[in-house]
């Protein structure tokens, strides 16, 4: 076990805590202790995308396609592959809220420059903590009953690993946009918890529009760019002149994150299809149309057309179009620990 798996011991202490008896029980135990954990990562790493409101959004987006997609994995049942789909749904509950628990950033000399992630880096830690604590609650589950229906099963965990690792994003350098490889590997497809927990965790485009999808571009800036915030507390961010190495800085990385936003737009409407081959026509077609409904050239138009993306365009135009006073809420402690320090 690493070093800070001895923290799953606070939820089962000799006799304060009944064991599970099932295995929906065993998922929330789980799930609990993922969101301690993600809780204190998005206080001490002071996340303003990676938050409750994020697991939220991925949790409706990965229901509205475990619904759509229902009704093919209920055929495959009846036709005699086993597939448990309650046990698939509680699995798919559990990724969505573990699958960011750790995030862990580069160190970073220069105070003004985009911190930012290894891929894969986060996955790996968030699997490793994840099965940390699986293991422990299997052992004290064996311990009382070597038959408990409550142990987390290595089919499960394989499962959780895998749906984890789909997550875990590439840089295209041709698109200059990221997707998630696994979901590429048609010689061993991934499951179907791990197709809906990737896809539903970056569409927000196709599924939510413009709107949300820029909404979650904004917050990514912000907490990629700490530096940037107290000169949005102290009002000295709208104070810079044009010829200030920290004007040209700040302008610089905003105009990436557009550019970032525009061309991941293409590349999700361009990697879709692929991203759901293997699926039925007739499940293709209810994803195109009702779920994944704003993901269509137009869409990708009005981005193009909206977001700021000339080399010319001012820092107070760029700061209109993130938002991002109104993003500083979504971590208000971390905020408030900032203003402080001013």
Same mark, same amino acid.
């Given at each position: ?23 929906? /029980? ?47 994995? /209920? ?8 597939? =448990? ?10 990724? @969505? ?29 968030? #699997? /490793? %903590? ?7 609650? +299997? ?7 070597? +038959? ?5 099963? =290595? +089919? ?17 350098? #041709?698109?200059? &946009? #990221? ?18 927990? &990737?896809? &539903? ?23 990629? !760019? ?32 557009? %550019?970032?936003? @525009? !061309? ?12 759901? &081959?293997?699926?039925?026509? !007739? ?5 195109? %149309? ?10 990708? /138009? ?28 979504? !971590? ?11």
């Amino acid at each position: 076990m690493n070093q800070d798996s001895s923290r799953s011991s606070v939820y089962f202490p000799d006799g304060l805590l009944e064991l599970p008896q099932s295995i929906g /029980e065993s998922i929330d135990c789980v799930k609990a202790f993922a969101l301690q954990e993600f809780d204190r990562e998005v206080v001490q790493k002071q996340l303003y995308y990676h938050t409750r409101e994020h697991l939220e959004n991925v949790s409706r987006r990965s229901v509205q396609i475990f619904q759509a997609v229902y009704p093919f994995l /209920e055929t495959l049942s009846q036709q005699g592959q086993s597939f =448990d789909l309650p046990r698939i749904e509680l699995l798919l509950d559990l990724c @969505v809220v573990a699958h960011d628990t750790v995030q862990i950033f580069v160190d970073q000399p220069d105070q003004h420059a985009s911190r930012r992630r290894e891929p894969g880096v986060s996955e790996r830690a968030t #699997i /490793e %903590r994840l099965l940390d604590y699986i293991h422990a609650l +299997n052992q004290q589950l064996r311990e009382c009953d070597p +038959n408990s229906l409550a142990i987390v099963t =290595d +089919n499960d965990i394989a499962i959780i690993q895998e749906a984890i690792g789909a997550t875990i994003c590439t840089y295209d350098p #041709i698109e200059q &946009a #990221i997707y998630q490889a696994d979901l590429y590997d048609f010689k061993s497809p991934v499951s179907i918890v791990s197709r809906i927990l &990737a896809l &539903a965790d970056i569409n927000a485009l196709g599924m939510d529009g413009i709107d949300v999808y820029n909404e979650e571009g904004n917050l990514l800036f912000l907490e990629e !760019n700490l530096d940037v915030i107290p000169l949005l507390l102290d009002g000295t961010i709208y104070q810079l002149e044009l010829d200030d190495p920290l004007y040209q800085n700040v302008q610089q990385r905003l105009l990436k994150r557009c %550019r970032f936003q @525009v !061309n991941f737009a293409k590349s999700r409407a361009t990697r879709f299809e692929s991203e759901v &081959a293997g699926l039925p026509e !007739n499940i293709r077609l209810i994803l195109t %149309r009702d779920v994944f409904r704003y993901l269509n050239s137009t869409t990708v /138009e009005q981005i193009v057309a909206t977001t700021p993306t000339a080399e010319t365009t001012p820092l107070e135009s760029l700061l209109k179009f993130f938002k991002l006073e109104e993003c500083l809420d979504r !971590n208000p402690k971390a905020s408030q620990a900032i203003k402080t320090h001013l």
